[in-house]
């Protein structure tokens, strides 16, 4: 039991990676994809932000659909939209392509943040959940120390287009061990039960002020740091 619990939180892990690490792919190569695309500074701009407001617009209707189809489902979504995502921003040949296929990964990052803890939690108990969620938010840490570190030799060797095929790669990688290894416990396989306490703890989130405090918090931190990653690496 213990072991499928630890196997399913390294798969909910790696995808989301793999959904961190196709967030911050503009960065590195900012300056390529200016000359490449003939995009100026704003519209290069939103290649970040588009990922992020998708991610923000769909948070809640995140969490419904988590409570409607469950976390593996929730987060074999997520992941498909990313590797689509980003297949079409290999193709793209104008900034319109590109911010349609980057609005599209930002989907990902809606539901592979909500199926993620929701697969790890229910999984572990209360008394056990430490350990493991405090692996799991390193998620975003790790796929931006990883991308920022391969991005740059990539586009080096093959060209921008070679970070997007990556990350479609590395998403698809994700998805299968997603898909082969994330299920309920047997006290949780009943739909319905699942469904019962994925709503209970949307309702107990939205009335705590702890929850909210912190999320406003996550967006001060968000605005700061995301405004001074996508710019940095340019300059």
Same mark, same amino acid.
């Given at each position: 039991?213990? $072991?499928?619990?630890?196997? &399913?939180?390294?798969?909910?892990? +790696? ?6 690490? @196709? ?6 190569? %900012? ?9 100026? %500074? ?10 992020? &407001?998708?991610? &923000? ?8 659909? +988590?409570? $409607?189809?469950? #976390? ?11 590797? /689509? ?9 104008? #900034?319109?392509? %590109?911010?349609?296929? $980057? ?31 405090? !692996? ?9 120390? /990883?991308?920022? @570190? ?25 998805? !299968? ?6 299920? /309920?416990?047997? $006290? ?8 019962? @306490? ?7 989130? /939205? ?14 931190? @968000? ?9 940095? #690496?340019?300059?």
């Amino acid at each position: 039991m213990k $072991r499928k619990a630890w196997a &399913v939180m390294w798969a909910a892990y +790696l995808g989301g990676v793999a959904v961190a690490m @196709n967030q911050v792919k503009v960065p590195p190569v %900012m300056g390529i994809l200016m000359e490449s695309l003939n995009v100026n %500074m704003a519209t290069a701009g939103w290649l970040m932000s588009v990922f992020s &407001v998708a991610g &923000v617009i769909l948070a809640f209707p995140a969490a419904l659909l +988590l409570a $409607r189809w469950g #976390p593996k489902v929730s987060g074999l979504i997520g992941l498909g939209c990313c590797i /689509l995502g980003s297949i079409m921003g290999a193709l793209a040949q104008g #900034p319109e392509a %590109m911010l349609v296929g $980057r609005a599209i990964e930002g989907i990902s990052l809606a539901l592979i943040a909500v199926a993620a803890p929701a697969v790890i939690g229910v999984w572990f108990e209360p008394q056990e959940r430490g350990l493991p969620m405090g !692996i799991w938010s390193t998620w975003m840490p790790v796929g931006t120390f /990883l991308m920022y @570190n391969v991005a740059n030799p990539m586009e080096k060797l093959w060209g921008w287009a070679s970070i997007w095929w990556f990350g479609a790669a590395f998403a698809l990688l994700a998805f !299968i061990m997603y898909g082969a290894v994330v299920t /309920l416990p047997d $006290r949780a396989e009943s739909v319905d039960v699942a469904q019962d @306490n994925l709503g209970l703890s949307l309702g107990l989130g /939205l009335r705590s002020a702890s929850s909210w405090l912190l999320a406003f918090s996550f967006t001060g931190f @968000n605005f700061s740091f995301i405004g001074y990653a996508t710019w940095a #690496p340019l300059f």
